[in-house]
Every structure is written in C-alpha cells, then in structure tokens.
C-alpha cells in the first residue's frame, strides 16, 4: 500500500491517495502543512519523437533503446504518451513501428508508459512551410493499403494519424481510418476551408500543432489556420515551450478554441535532453542553444523541433494564456488522454494510479519543479 499525500491541482485541498497495487483505492482529506506539493493525474504527451539520442524514426532502432525513451519522461511527470514517427519511406515505418510493438507486447514497464503510436505524415502538404522538417521525397498522398500493411507491422498500435486532407482522397481515406478506431488529426497542411470542413466531416477530429508547421507567410483570412481555429469538432494540439508560438498566440489560440480543446505537446525529439552543441542529424546539422531552443547549426532562428518536455508547457501556458492549474493540467492529462481513448477521471477512485506531485515554477521561465512520478502505483521519480 503506497500513501501520497498533497494539494490537489484543482480544489487545492490537501488529501491523502491510498494506492493498492495499480489503483487509487481512496481519497480522503489530509492535516494541510506548508510545503505540500501539488498532485495531480499523470501528464498523457501525444507527441514525443525520442529523448536523449534515441529517436523512434530510426530503422535501427532497438527495443532496449525504446525502453530508455520511455523511462526517460519519468522525470517530467508524464505517465503516458504516444510514441511519435514523421514522414518517412514505408520500411522505416514498418521497422520501427515493429520494434515499438514488440517493446510494448514484451517489456510492462514500456506498456505502462507508451501508449500507442502517433503516425505523423506521410500524408502531408509536400509544399516548403507546411511540410516543415519531414523530407519531401517521403511525402505521398494517402494510401489505404499502404497505411494498413504499416498498422500491421506496429500491431494494431497506431492511435493517432496527422495528415493532410488536401489530396482528392482524403475525406473516403480519413472515413476508413477513423473506422478502424484511429483518431485522425489535420496537420502540416495547406488544405482549404472546403477541405478543412470535408475532413471533419468524414471523422478527423484533432489539429497537429496547430500554428506550426504552416507557411511563413499566408492569405490574412480565409486561411487554414482560421478555419480550424473556427472548427469546433477540432481539438487543437499546442507546442507552448516559448519557441514554437508566441505568448499571445497561445493566449488567442486558447481563448479562440477554449481550453477544454486544447492539448498540450511537447513534440520533443532525439536531441531533447542532450548538452548544447552541434549534432549531426537525418535532418542535416542541427544544434540546441544554451537556452535548449533547437535549431538549424550555424544560426539562431530556424527550429529544428522540439527540446523541451512538457512540464515546462504546462507552466507557460498558464503564464501566456492567464489560465488556471486547474486547466493547464487538465490540457496536459485527462485531455489528451480521453482523446486516444485512455481512462480519463483524473484524481478519483478507481482510476490508474498514474500522478505527478510538484511545485510551481520558481519564476516565469522555469518548469514545474517535478517532485515524483508514479506510474501504475509505483514510484518511478523521485527528487
Ligand atoms: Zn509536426
């Protein structure tokens, strides 16, 4: 029997969590003292693309290096996340898509904390802009039979598919998707307002990221931004590590589509967590900054993805969008986790004992201070 004791995320009550085997057996309320940390439900990542030299868009990728990729988000309080691939030939997704499979199927400790799969491309805009940094000889229009050999190969654990509804076949592709129980999110697109408006129709139900992986300059309105900012069947993803989109745009974003469709991501990549430098990369020469901001070696500007995990987003959203812990939480966990079909109650009885206990940001460029993780009622983090 595990006992965590500390301040609810959302009614800031102190309470005492008896934990039996994997489950929160009960809550009930505890003496508050000073110096009790928040806790709160497990962070559910959608989008992660690797850690620290691992990165799952690899052909050789192993099963003990997705088991490293998935203790390694242990630190940041996230109790589950989806295993992240972009555009790529269909023998690297089958490849490593298997090996993800058989990590899952065969170790419980990568079971308990990857999820599934996030298939992002290859069906996307090819166009520079909204292509972003997936290589263009690997992007292709949709291809059913193409995608189900791939889900073949990952065991049925693809979860989550971001394409592009621009191509002629989009909406029929996205209807047989959707049906197979695979959410589908619109992403690095170019598509119109009809295309926007036929996608969701035909199921997709999720924007990738919304407000990147778009052109550096667009139409001021209609754009495809506008139109799945308007769309309210759309749960945006946003990236709110400080780099991908401004302050004031993560502030419109949230009060435009409402908090409770907002997810955060962190899209973090292989390079996240390694010491500033130079890196030779698949995408070409790369280099994270002093700051941790990742981008293209040899100037400051150009990102080359994502290096910060997710605590740091939950504690910039609150600050850039004026929310609530309550609501920045909720966009970091039960959100995106009632999205891929997970359990999604949160801090009740019954539920997954998966929870993170933490401090607020020390100041207003630091992340949550993380005190521990559990994840399946066992403590896996511990400062
Ligand atoms: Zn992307």
């Known amino acids: 029997m595990l006992e965590i004791v500390g301040r609810r995320y959302d009614s800031d ?10 489950r929160i057996l009960r809550i009930t309320p505890a003496a508050d003292t000073p110096g009790l940390p928040y806790v709160a439900p497990g962070f559910c990542d959608l989008q992660i693309n690797g850690y620290q030299g691992v990165e ?9 290096q997705v088991r490293k990729a998935a203790l390694s988000q ?11 691939c972009t555009t790529d030939s269909e023998q690297v997704f089958t490849d490593s898509f298997g090996t993800i499979a058989k990590a899952m199927d065969d170790l419980p400790e990568v079971a308990a904390r990857i999820a599934g799969i996030h298939m992002e491309g290859p069906y996307i805009a090819p166009d520079d802009g909204p292509r972003g940094a997936h290589p263009r000889q690997h992007v292709r229009e ?5 995608f189900c050999r791939i889900q073949e190969a990952a065991r049925g654990k693809i979860k989550l598919l971001t394409l592009s509804p621009e191509y ?9 998707v959707v049906a197979s129980g695979v959410l589908v999110a619109i992403g690095h697109t170019k598509a119109t307002t009809d295309q926007i408006r036929a996608a969701v129709d035909a199921g997709a139900r999720m924007s990738t990221h919304l407000g990147n992986g778009a052109h550096p300059r667009i139409k ?3 754009n495809y931004i506008w139109d799945q900012l308007a769309e309210d069947r759309l749960v945006a993803s946003l990236i709110a590590d400080g780099h991908h989109l401004p302050a004031a745009v993560v502030k419109a974003m949230v009060r435009a589509k409402t908090p409770a469709r907002c997810v955060l991501v962190s899209d973090i990549t292989g390079l996240g967590g390694m010491p500033p430098g130079r ?8 280099e994270v900054l002093e700051s941790g901001k990742l981008v293209l070696a ?3 500007d150009i990102l080359a993805g994502a290096s910060q995990p997710i605590h740091l987003c939950v504690a910039n959203v609150m600050q850039f969008a004026g929310i609530s812990l309550q609501t920045a939480v909720e966009m970091a966990s039960t959100l995106p986790a009632r999205l891929i079909g997970e359990s999604d109650r949160g801090l009740e009885a019954g539920e997954a004992a998966n929870l993170v206990l933490f401090d607020l940001p020390k100041d207003e460029n630091s992340p949550l201070t993380i005190r521990m993780t559990v994840n399946g009622g066992v403590v896996v983090y511990k400062r």
Do not use: C, M
């Open 56 to 64: 799952f868009n690899d052909p050789k990728l192993t099963v003990e």
């Open 142 to 146: 949709p291809d059913w039979d193409e």
């Open 279 to 286: 890196y030779a990369t698949g995408l070409g020469d790369l």
């Open 168 to 176: 002629v076949g989009s909406a029929a592709f996205i209807k047989q």
């Open 13 to 22: 009550r102190a309470v005492r969590i008896e934990i039996e085997k994997d």
């Open 220 to 222: 001021r309105h209609p």
């Open 298 to 300: 040899g100037q400051r």
């Open 74 to 84: 242990d630190q940041f309080g996230v109790t589950r996340y989806l295993a992240t």
